[in-house]
T-cell receptor, first 109, second 116 residues
Framework: SQKIEQNSEALNIQEGKTATLTCNYTNYSPAYLQWYRQDPGRGPVFLLL?????KEKRKERLKVTFDTTLKQSLFHITASQPADSATYLCALGRNDMRFGAGTRLTVKP | DAGVIQSPRHEVTEMGQEVTLRCKPISGHNSLFWYRQTMMRGLELLIY????????DSGMPEDRFSAKMPNASFSTLKIQPSEPRDSAVYFC??????????????FGPGTRLTVL
């Protein structure tokens, strides 16, 4: 069956460092992979989309890589700030999207 | 645009009662998704519509769950009869999906359902 795994439930880092979150998948060939941010009590908010024929995407302090051979995506936040603290979800699919369980990131000042 | 609108924001009901959740997608979007989120199972896709037509309802847990989209601006998710294990946050999301493609989804604020 299809499985989407995010590296850990929680990740704690110091302000200014780079946060790296991992999304692995099995038994799936997604055409797209997306990353979302979710704050407590709110719905997920879209951050980045990367297609299967793209290796890397950047947006301000965010960078996403997509390796279809390894079946893995890495999500980086550089120069992290306490305001980046949230749960980050990866989602992959074609017309529909299946979400991972999320990684809760805490950036400490 | 006000974004995706969901109502009610909170619902507390007793086991066996019928529950109806409502969603108004962003105007012009052609796809609508219903999700359920719990601590144990994360964010699960229940059903999605494209141009008001249900495309994939394989995530609907049981026959107690049903969803409709009578027009492009309104959808409902109904649970009848409700059970305590249905307690969760239910999200509606909409998207403008090109043919054969994929695009970002815009989520509503969710409905927190508690079944006693």
């Amino acid at each position: 069956s299809q499985k989407i795994e995010q590296n850990s439930e929680a990740l704690n880092i110091q302000e200014g460092k780079t946060a790296t979150l991992t999304c692995n998948y099995t038994n799936y060939s997604p055409a797209y992979l997306q990353w979302y941010r979710q704050d407590p009590g709110r719905g997920p908010v879209f951050l980045l989309l990367i297609r299967e024929n793209e290796k890397e995407k950047r947006k301000e302090r965010l960078k996403v890589t997509f390796d279809t051979t390894l079946k893995q995506s890495l999500f980086h936040i550089t120069a992290s700030q306490p305001a980046d603290s949230a749960t980050y979800l990866c989602a992959l699919g074609r017309n529909d999207m299946r979400f991972g369980a999320g990684t809760r990131l805490t950036v400490k000042p | 645009d006000a974004g995706v609108i969901q109502s009610p924001r909170h619902e507390v009901t007793e086991m066996g009662q019928e529950v109806t959740l409502r969603c108004k997608p962003i105007s012009g979007h052609n796809s609508l998704f219903w999700y359920r989120q719990t601590m144990m199972r994360g964010l699960e896709l229940l059903i999605y519509f494209n141009n008001n037509v249900p495309i994939d309802d394989s995530g609907m847990p049981e026959d107690r769950f049903s969803a409709k989209m009578p027009n492009a601006s309104f959808s409902t998710l109904k649970i009848q009869p409700s059970e305590p294990r249905d307690s969760a946050v239910y999200f509606c999301a909409s998207s403008l999906v090109p043919a054969g493609g994929n695009n970002e989804q815009f989520f509503g604020p969710g409905t927190r359902l508690t079944v006693l």
